[in-house]
C-alpha cells in the first residue's frame, strides 16, 4: 500500500487544510431530501406545464358562453379555505419541529397530530371537489380541463397522503418519547416533505384556480 | 491550475506493474451464500450485481441487433416479419440504454466511487440494494412483454399518437412505459445515493479540487437525473392513462398534442444520453493519466466542462424536433444550444490529447479502449455538428446519418469507455487481471467489426435510406452497405463474445494474489487491498492532491507529511460514518443487510402487474393488498435503519 | 512492439481507405439520395452541408485524429522508462482551443441561420401550385385544392414552379421526404405543417415516409413527378375526367352482349367490398379509408410505390398487369398488416378488376 496515504489519529490534525464546503453542517438524511425535492420540482413542473399547454382549451368561446370554464367550474372561496387548512399545517408542523427540539415529547407529538389531522382535512376537501366535479361531468376522458386538473390535483393529493401517513408515523413514535432534542432528524425530514408540498399547493392554487 | 511541475529531482524508480505482494490484511475470499446476495447492502456487492446484470441485458440487447442486421443484409429479405423486426428495434435501444449502459455505469460507480472518495459504503447502502432490485425487476418486466403479447414496437421514443391504444393495440407500449416509470424510480434512488455520497462522505482534504474526475462526471451525471428523469416520469404517466383510463393528453382525436409528449421526452431525452456519456468520459480520464504516466492535462476545464455540458444539456432537446415544424425562431434557438454544447465536449478531446502528449504510453487494454473512445467519438461529435443545423437535418434526420451518430457516440463512446473502465477496475473489483492477449484481440475485433457495421451508416443516411424500416427496394443502391455493415455487426458480435471468453478464461485461471495497485493508479481506490475489505479502508485516508498515490512524484505545497504516516491504524479509529455527519470519534457501524429493498422492490413488480392485468372485479382487492404490502416493506426497512 | 505500431496504422487507414471509397463511390447513387440536389430547397441545404459542415469536418476530423494518433504513437513507452514531464496543463492553449472551435461553430450557426431563412419561405410565383398533402398509414393522399384533383401515392408537380405543400395526418406521425428536391417535414395529426419544393427538371423522383409510423412504415413510399407546365395541366384535366359508366374508357354494357373483360371488372369493384375504402370519381366509389383510385391506371407504381407496375422480378414477360394481379391476390402477403384485407378473389375476377384499373387512365 502506497504510504503517501496519511492515517490516524495525527491525520485529523491535518484536516484542518481542507478547504470547507459549507456541507459539513449538512446532515446526510436531509441532504437526501433536498436532492429529492429537487426531483419534485421538475416533476410537478412537468405536471405544471402540461396544465398550462392545455389551459387555453378549457377556456374556448362555446365554453365560455356555456359557463363551463374552469373559473365557472371551480369553487374558489372552498378550495381557499383548503390552501388555508394546508398553510396552517405547515404552521403546525413548525410548532411540533420546534417543540421536538425543546424535547417537549407531549406538544411535539400534538403538533404532530394536528398537521396530520390538517392535511386529512385538505384530502377530505380534495376529494369532495373531485367527486363534485366528475357528477358535473367532467372526467377523466370527455373534458381537457377534467383530465389535467384530476392529474395534477390528483398527484398533488397522492403526495398530501403520503406526508399524512409519514407524519402518523412520526407521532406514534413521537408520543414514545422516540424523539427529542438530541434526535429529531425524522420529524425534521418530515417536515421538509410537507412544507414543500404546502408550497406546491400554494403554485397549483395560483395557477389553476386564481390566473 | 498549477502549471508544468519541476522534473523530478533523481530518475524515478522503474515503474512497472507491482509485483505480486503478500498483502498484510488479505481476507481469504469468503464463501457467500445466495442470502448474502439477496440482502446484501454493500456497495461492492450490489456494484457486482449491477454490472452482471447489465452486462446480461447487454448481451441481450446485442442479439437483438444481430437479428435486426440480419434482416438488412439485403433488400426484400424475409428473415424477420415487419412486426417482430419493429420489436426489435424498439428493444434494442431500450435494453441497451436502460438495461446496459445506464446501470453497467451505475455497477461500476457503485463500486468504485465511495472507495475513490474513501468512504466505506454509500450514504443509503439500503437505498442503494432497493435501486439494484428495482432495476432488475423492471428489466425483467419489459421483457416478459415478449411472452406475453408482444414487445413494444412502436421505436424507444415511442411517439404518440403511434402509442395510443387504437395504433398499438397490444399491451407492448405498456410494458415500455410501466416498466420505464418503475427503472426511473431506481435510477432516482441511485441519483440521490450518489450525489450524498460525493457531497457528503469525501475523505478529509478531498476537496472538489481534488476530487477524481469519474467522481465529477458522476456527480454531474446524478444531478442530471434527478432533474431529467421526471420529465419522462410524467410524459409516462401521462401516456399511461391515455392507454388504460381514456384521456387524451396526447391524442388529437381528443384535442391532445402529440408535440407535448415529444416535448416532455426530449426534455429527459437529451440529458439522457450525457447521462449515457459523461461517466465513460470520467473513465477515460481516469485511465489515460495512469497508463500514459503524467497527470490528466487540465483538469479544471475538463471538470468545469462536464458540468458545462449538464447544463446545456437541458437547453438543447428540441432539436430531436427540428423537422416538426416548431418555427424558424425556436429552431434557431435550439440550434445555437446544440452548437454551443460542442464547445465543451471539444475541450475535452483536446484535453486527453494533450494527457497522451508528452507522456510515456504504456498500452495495456484499458489504455487501448480509451484512446479507441477518444478516436470515435470525434466521428460521433463531428456527425452531431452537422445534425445540430436544422437545415442540414431536415435531410438527415430520422435516416441512417443518425443512427451512424448515435452508435458512434453509444458504442464508440460510451460502451468503449464501459470496457476500458472494466479492464482497468477488474483487478480492484475480482483480484484478477482479465487476460492481456484476449484483451487486445476483443479490442481490434471491435475497433474493425464496429467500424465496419457503422460508417457506411453515414452513407446510406446520405443517400437517403430512412430508419427503422424492416427492408428496402434492390434499386436503391443501397445493397452493397447494407451487407457490409450487417457483416461488420457480426464481426463485433464475436469480439464481444471474445471478452465473454476472456472473462471465463480468467476466472478459471490460477492467479497471484492481486496487489493493492497492479497499475500504478494515483486515487484512493488503489489504496486498498485487491478486492476491498467489507469495510474498504482500515483507517481514513487522508488526502492532500489529486493524485493521493504519486504524492512522492509531486511534492505537495506546503510539506505535508511524508512516508512514515502509520499504516497500521488504532482499532477506534474513526471512518466515515454513511449515516451521520462526518465527525470524528463515532463509532463504525455498517448498515446490517436486510432483505426488505428486495421486498419494497418486488412489490413495486406486483403493482406493475396488477395495473396491466387486474381485471376490474379484482382492483379494489388490490389496492388494498398492495397496501398492506408495502406497509409490511415500509415497517421492515425503517425499522432496520433505526436500529 | 513494431507490430503494434503497424496495427495503430491500420486503425487509421481502415477509416481512410474507407472514407475515400465512399467519396469516390459516385457522388449520389440512389435515387433518394441527399447530395444530388434537383431543386433549389435541396440544393441550399446540400451547399450548407457541402462548403460549411462537411468539409471543415473533414478537416477536422484528419486534424484531430492524426494529433491523435501521433500523441498514441509518438509517446509510446516501454517498461522501464523514466517518468514523463508532469504536466498538469496549460491554461493559455487551454484557452485557445475553447476559442477557436467556438469561432468555428459560431460561423457555422450564422450560415445556418441564412439558410434557415432562405427555405422559410417560397419564392413569389404566379405559377406556384398547392398541394394538400394527408399522410395515411401506410399511403399518401395528395389533394389540389385549387385544381380539383384528389390522387394518392403519385405526386405531379410543374417543374420550375414552387410547389407549396400543406401537411396533414389522418392517424399518426408521417414525415414526408423527396431528398432530392427538399428537406423533410413531419406530418403530425392535429398540426398543418408546410413545406415548399421546386424541381428544377423533369423527371420521376423517389421519396418515402420518414417517421416510424406502424407496422408498415418502410413500404410508405411515393414518386413526384415533375413535368413540364403544359403536361401538369393535361394531367390534371385528365384526373378530373369522370371515369363510370358512360364515359370513353367504360362504356356501358350493353344488354344481350356479353360484357367484356373491363366492364365485368368495372360492375364486380362497383357491387364488391372495394367502394367501402376506394374512390373512383363519377361512380358509387366514394371511400375514404383507402388510397383513391381515380385514373389508377396512369399510374406508375401500387401500393406507395411498393410494387412497381412492371417489376421485373416477378413479371418476366414485362406485362404490366402482373404485380397488380399479384397485389389483388393477397394484399396481405405483399404488405401485411396494411388495410386492405385479403378478398380471396377468383382468378377470373382478379383479371377482370385489373383489367378495369388498368383502363383507369
Known amino acids: 500500500m502506497s504510504a503517501a496515504i496519511h492515517t490516524g489519529p495525527a491525520a485529523h490534525a491535518v484536516a484542518a487544510d481542507r478547504a470547507p464546503t459549507g456541507l459539513e453542517s449538512l446532515d446526510v438524511r436531509k441532504l437526501g431530501m433536498w436532492v429529492f425535492l429537487g426531483n419534485e420540482c421538475i416533476f410537478f413542473g412537468a405536471l405544471l406545464s402540461m396544465f398550462f399547454v392545455y389551459r387555453p382549451m378549457m ?84 373534458s381537457t380541463f377534467g383530465q389535467s386538473f384530476l392529474i395534477l390535483t390528483g398527484f398533488h393529493g397522492t403526495h398530501v397522503f403520503i406526508g399524512v401517513v409519514w407524519l402518523s408515523s412520526c407521532f406514534a413514535r413521537a408520543i414514545r418519547g422516540g424523539f427529542h432534542g438530541n434526535n429529531f432528524i425524522g420529524p425534521e425530514i418530515c417536515g421538509l416533505y410537507w412544507h414543500f408540498v404546502d408550497v406546491v399547493w400554494v403554485v397549483i392554487f395560483t395557477i389553476v384556480y386564481l390566473v | 491550475m498549477a502549471v508544468a511541475a519541476p522534473p523530478a529531482a533523481a530518475p524515478a524508480p522503474v515503474h512497472v506493474p507491482a509485483p505480486p505482494v503478500h498483502v498484510e490484511h488479505a481476507e481469504a475470499a469468503p464463501r457467500w451464500s445466495g442470502w448474502d446476495w439477496l440482502a446484501t447492502v454493500d456497495h461492492k456487492k450490489i456494484g457486482v450485481l449491477y454490472l452482471l446484470t447489465g452486462f446480461g441485458f447487454f448481451l441481450l440487447g446485442g442479439f437483438e441487433a444481430l437479428l435486426i442486421r440480419t434482416q438488412l443484409i439485403k433488400p426484400l429479405n424475409t428473415f424477420l416479419p415487419p412486426d417482430i423486426f419493429n420489436q426489435m428495434f424498439t428493444m434494442h435501444a431500450t435494453t441497451m440504454i436502460f438495461l446496459a449502459i445506464m446501470p453497467i455505469n451505475v455497477g461500476l460507480g457503485n463500486f468504485i466511487v465511495p472507495l475513490m472518495v474513501g468512504a466505506a459504503d454509500m450514504a443509503y447502502p439500503r437505498l442503494n440494494a432497493f435501486s439494484y432490485w428495482l432495476f432488475l425487476f423492471g428489466g425483467i418486466f419489459i421483457n416478459l412483454s415478449f411472452l406475453m403479447g408482444g414487445a413494444p414496437n412502436t421505436g424507444w421514443f415511442s411517439y404518440s399518437p403511434l402509442t395510443q391504444k387504437a395504433f398499438s393495440t397490444t399491451n407492448g407500449v405498456d410494458f415500455w412505459v410501466i416498466g420505464l416509470s418503475v427503472l426511473g424510480i431506481a435510477s432516482v434512488a441511485g441519483a440521490i445515493n450518489f450525489i450524498v455520497t460525493i457531497l457528503k462522505l469525501r475523505a478529509p482534504g478531498m476537496t472538489f479540487n481534488r476530487m477524481p474526475l469519474y467522481t465529477w462526471m458522476t456527480l454531474v451525471v446524478s444531478f442530471l437525473i434527478i432533474f431529467s428523469f421526471p420529465s419522462i416520469t410524467v410524459a409516462l404517466i401521462l401516456l399511461l392513462f391515455d392507454r388504460l383510463a381514456g384521456t387524451h393528453f396526447f391524442n388529437p382525436a381528443g384535442g391532445g398534442d402529440p408535440l407535448l409528449w415529444q416535448h416532455l421526452f426530449w426534455f429527459f431525452g437529451h440529458p439522457e444520453v450525457y447521462i449515457l456519456i459523461l461517466p465513460s468520459m470520467g473513465i477515460v ?296 455527519a462526518q465527525e470524528g470519534g463515532h463509532a463504525f457501524h455498517l448498515p446490517a443487510p436486510t432483505i426488505f429493498p428486495l421486498i419494497f422492490a418486488f412489490g413495486l413488480l406486483l403493482v406493475a402487474f396488477g395495473l396491466l392485468f387486474a381485471p376490474p372485479i379484482l382492483r379494489v382487492t388490490f389496492v388494498i393488498t398492495a397496501v398492506l404490502y408495502f406497509a409490511v416493506a415500509i415497517y421492515g426497512w425503517v425499522k432496520q435503519v433505526s436500529e | 512492439m513494431h507490430a503494434s ?81 508532469q504536466i498538469h496543463g496549460n491554461t493559455p492553449l487551454e484557452i485557445t482551443w475553447t476559442i477557436i472551435p467556438a469561432v468555428i461553430l459560431i460561423v457555422i450557426l450564422y450560415f445556418t441561420f441564412q439558410t434557415q431563412a432562405a427555405l422559410a419561405n417560397p419564392p413569389e410565383d404566379p405559377n406556384s401550385v398547392h398541394v394538400r398533402v394527408i399522410g395515411h398509414q401506410w399511403w399518401w393522399e395528395f389533394q389540389y385544392p385549387d385544381l380539383g ?190 388495410d386492405m384485407p385479403n378478398l380471396n378473389l377468383s382468378e377470373a375476377d382478379i383479371d377482370a378488376i385489373s383489367a378495369y384499373l388498368e383502363s383507369l387512365k
Open chain 1, 59 to 142: 377556456y374556448t368561446a362555446e365554453l365560455v358562453a356555456a359557463h363551463e370554464t374552469p373559473k365557472d367550474i371551480l369553487n374558489i372561496p372552498f378550495t381557499g379555505l383548503l390552501a388555508f387548512i394546508l398553510l396552517m399545517s405547515s404552521l403546525t408542523m413548525v410548532l411540533a419541529l420546534n417543540a421536538i427540539q425543546d424535547s417537549r415529547r407531549r406538544a411535539g407529538a400534538f403538533w404532530l397530530l394536528a398537521t396530520a389531522f390538517l392535511g386529512t382535512c385538505f384530502l377530505g376537501g380534495q376529494s369532495f371537489e373531485f367527486v363534485k366535479i366528475a357528477r358535473e361531468g367532467f372526467t377523466l376522458s370527455n
Open chain 2, 285 to 580: 480520464s481516469e485511465v489515460l493519466p495512469i497508463f500514459s504516466r503524467k497527470p490528466i492535462f487540465g483538469y479544471s476545464f475538463i471538470a468545469y466542462s462536464g458540468v458545462a455540458i449538464g447544463f446545456l444539456s437541458f437547453t438543447v432537446w428540441a432539436h430531436h424536433m427540428f423537422a416538426t415544424g416548431l418555427g424558424e425562431f425556436a429552431n434557431g434557438a435550439f440550434a445555437t444550444g446544440s452548437f454551443l454544447i460542442g464547445v465543451p465536449t471539444g475541450v475535452k478531446i483536446f484535453n486527453w490529447i494533450g494527457t497522451m502528449w508528452g507522456g510515456s504510453i504504456r498500452y495495456r487494454t484499458p489504455m487501448l479502449f480509451a484512446v479507441g473512445f477518444i478516436a470515435m467519438f470525434i466521428i460521433g461529435g463531428i456527425s452531431g455538428i452537422s445534425l445540430a443545423s436544422p437545415p442540414v437535418d431536415f435531410q438527415q434526420t430520422d435516416s441512417y446519418y443518425v443512427v451512424a451518430h448515435i452508435h458512434y457516440v453509444l458504442f464508440g463512446g460510451a460502451i468503449l469507455g464501459i470496457f476500458a473502465g472494466m479492464y482497468y477496475w477488474w483487478p480492484k473489483i475480482f483480484g484478477r487481471f482479465l487476460d492481456e492477449g484476449l484483451g487486445r484481440l476483443h479490442f481490434w475485433g471491435t475497433m474493425v467489426g464496429f467500424n465496419m457495421a457503422f460508417f457506411p451508416m453515414h452513407w446510406l443516411g446520405t443517400e437517403g435510406m430512412p430508419r427503422r424500416i424492416y427492408t428496402y427496394f434492390p434499386n436503391m443502391g443501397w445493397d452493397f452497405w447494407n451487407a457490409f455493415s450487417t457483416t461488420g455487426a457480426y464481426i463485433l458480435g464475436l469480439s464481444v463474445l471474445v471478452l465473454v471468453a476472456n472473462i471465463f478464461i480468467s476466472w478459471r485461471r490460477e492467479q497471484p494474489p492481486m496487489p493493492d495497485n497492479p497499475w500504478d493508479a494515483a486515487t484512493l481506490e488503489w489504496a486498498t487491498s485487491s478486492p476491498p475489505p467489507a469495510h474498504n479502508f482500515d483507517a481514513v485516508p487522508v488526502v492532500y492532491s489529486r493524485y493521493p498515490l504519486w504524492e512522492e512524484r509531486h511534492p505537495v505545497e506546503g510539506g505535508a507529511p511524508q512516508h512514515g504516516a502509520a499504516m497500521a491504524a488504532t482499532s477506534d479509529s474513526p471512518v466515515a460514518h454513511p449515516e451521520e
Open chain 3, 5 to 85: 505500431r503497424r496495427r495503430r496504422s491500420t486503425t487509421v487507414l481502415l477509416p481512410l481507405a474507407l472514407l475515400a471509397l465512399l467519396i469516390f463511390a459516385g457522388c449520389g447513387i440512389s435515387p433518394q439520395t441527399t447530395i444530388d440536389p434537383r431543386g433549389p430547397n435541396a440544393r441550399m441545404i446540400f451547399d450548407l452541408f457541402n462548403l460549411w459542415i462537411f468539409w471543415p469536418a473533414v478537416v477536422v476530423f484528419f486534424g484531430v485524429e492524426a494529433a491523435l494518433v501521433w500523441a498514441a504513437i509518438r509517446y509510446r513507452g516501454r517498461d522501464g522508462d523514466p517518468l514523463p514531464n
Open chain 3, 149 to 338: 384533383v384528389t390522387t394518392a401515392n403519385e405526386l405531379h408537380i410543374p417543374s420550375k414552379v414552387p410547389v407549396v405543400v400543406t401537411l396533414e395526418s389522418a392517424d399518426v406521425i408521417h414525415s414526408f421526404w423527396v431528398p432530392l428536391i427538399a428537406g423533410k417535414q413531419d406530418v403530425i395529426p392535429g398540426r398543418v405543417n408546410r413545406l415548399w419544393l421546386q424541381a428544377d427538371e423533369d423527371g420521376t423522383y423517389f421519396a418515402q415516409c420518414a417517421e416510424f409510423c406502424g407496422i408498415e412504415h418502410a413500404l410508405m413510399r411515393f414518386l413526384v413527378v415533375a413535368q413540364s407546365q403544359s403536361a401538369f395541366n393535361d394531367w390534371a384535366t385528365g384526373e378530373r375526367r369522370i371515369q363510370g359508366f358512360g364515359s370513353a374508357a367504360l362504356p356501358t354494357p350493353v344488354p344481350g352482349e356479353p360484357p367484356s373483360l373491363v366492364q365485368q371488372g368495372a360492375t364486380l369493384f362497383a357491387n364488391g367490398a372495394c367502394i367501402t375504402c376506394h374512390t373512383v370519381r363519377g361512380t358509387q366509389a366514394a371511400g375514404k379509408i383507402g388510397p383513391e383510385l381515380t385514373h389508377f391506371g396512369s399510374r406508375g407504381s401500387i401500393a406507395a410505390n411498393t410494387l412497381q407496375k412492371q417489376d421485373p422480378v416477378n413479371d418476366p414477360d414485362g406485362s404490366k398487369r402482373f404485380s397488380l394481379k399479384r397485389w389483388l391476390r393477397n394484399p396481405q402477403a405483399v404488405k401485411p398488416g396494411n
